[in-house]
Nanobody, 115 residues
Framework: VQLVESGGGLVQAGDSLRLSCVAS????????MGWYRQAPGKQRELVAT????????NYADSVKGRFTISRDNVNDTMYLQMNSLKPEDTAVYYC?????????WGQGTQVTVSS
């Protein structure tokens, strides 16, 4: 499975961004996908996850009510809609996919929020 993120950029506090992650390869094996982020000097942390059918989502407390994860299984694409962005949301955002036996990562996309 290969994962390619896009949609990052430089925005101001309060703005919105939508990240995309396109999966290719053996995507039928994926059961959970998610977004993680890593800020400079910090560990990578969970942002949100979504199950294969899209029926179950999970969010970090820091993004609840502001971010929405979604999944288009027809096009093997996952999204992260980020609203009301804050400077503390600045990080490299990584797409993640999990099968029963493996974990896959994208290359990351930079999100920078200025105050």
């Amino acid at each position: 499975v290969q994962l390619v993120e896009s949609g990052g950029g430089l925005v101001q506090a309060g703005d919105s961004l939508r990240l995309s992650c396109v999966a290719s390869g053996s995507t039928i094996s994926i059961n959970v996908m998610g977004w993680y982020r890593q800020a400079p000097g910090k560990q990578r942390e969970l942002v949100a996850t979504i199950t294969s059918g899209g029926g179950r989502t999970n969010y970090a407390d820091s993004v609840k009510g502001r971010f929405t994860i979604s999944r288009d299984n027809v096009n093997d694409t996952m999204y992260l809609q980020m609203n009301s962005l804050k400077p503390e949301d600045t990080a490299v955002y990584y797409c993640n996919a999990r099968s029963l036996t493996r974990i896959y990562w994208g290359q990351g996309t930079q999100v920078t929020v200025s105050s």
